[in-house]
């Protein structure tokens, strides 16, 4: 089956800084990449996905990569501000086949 | 406006006692699934269900038991919950012919006394 890992686990920025998140998986089937955002005590909300017939998807200051041929893919956070703090969760899957597979979260911390 | 709904938001019980949480959707989605969120973890998908076919994951334990009796309802038993069991459980939905974006309810928070 699928597996999904994602570094890091933890990360802290200082507001205004970048932020990247890498998720690497195994199954090179694997064709729906989302992104949830998850805040404390809150249901995680899809903030970004990209599907394997593109390389690269971008919603303000949300950007998400997709190299096939490394099997791994990375979320961008430009002009981090403070409510950008949450847990992060990259998921991947086989789109009409197969449930998502979640890596195991980063919790992003952006320090006014 | 088209949501995933949870009741109850809390729900306390105690050991042995069942418990039956509720999720329904308004957006017309095909599949529902049922996941287990333990703090610092990532949601762990317990079962799920493409129109009635229900499909379980190898690692349920027997004692959570799922019912979707018509396409905006599906139910999550606890048989009798432990204290293992204290966790939220999160409600999501996806069209499969669409893709696979799942949308999460706001989740059931269960403790366990």
């Known amino acids: 089956g699928e597996n999904v890992e994602q570094h890091p686990s933890t990360l802290s920025v200082q507001e205004g800084d970048s932020a990247v998140i890498k998720c690497t998986y195994s199954?090179?089937?694997?064709?729906?990449f989302p992104w949830y955002k998850q805040e404390l005590g809150k249901r995680p909300q899809l903030i970004i996905d990209?599907?394997?017939?593109?390389g690269e998807k971008k919603d303000q200051r949300i950007a998400v990569t997709l190299n096939k041929t490394a099997k791994h893919f990375s979320l961008h956070i430009t002009e981090t501000q403070p409510e950008d703090s949450a847990v992060y969760f990259c998921?991947?899957?086989?789109?009409?086949?197969?449930?998502?597979?979640f890596g195991k979260g980063t919790m992003l911390l952006v320090s006014p | 406006d088209a949501m995933v709904i949870q009741n109850p938001r809390y729900q306390v019980t105690q050991f042995g006692k069942p418990v039956t949480l509720s999720c329904s959707q308004t957006l017309n989605h095909n599949v529902m699934y049922w996941y287990q969120q333990k703090s610092s973890q990532a949601p762990k998908l317990l079962f799920h269900?493409?129109?009635?076919?229900?499909?379980n994951e190898a690692d349920t334990p027997d004692n959570f038991q799922s019912r979707r009796p018509n396409t905006s309802f599906c139910f999550l038993d606890i048989r009798s919950p432990g204290l293992g069991d204290a966790a939220m459980y999160l409600c999501a939905t996806s069209y499969r012919q669409a893709g696979e974006t799942q949308y999460f309810g706001p989740g059931t928070r269960l403790l366990v006394l």
């Open positions: 269900y493409y129109d009635k076919d229900f499909n």
């Open positions: 990209i599907r394997s017939n593109v």
């Open positions: 199954d090179s089937a694997s064709n729906y």
């Open positions: 998921a991947a899957s086989l789109s009409g086949y197969s449930t998502l597979t």
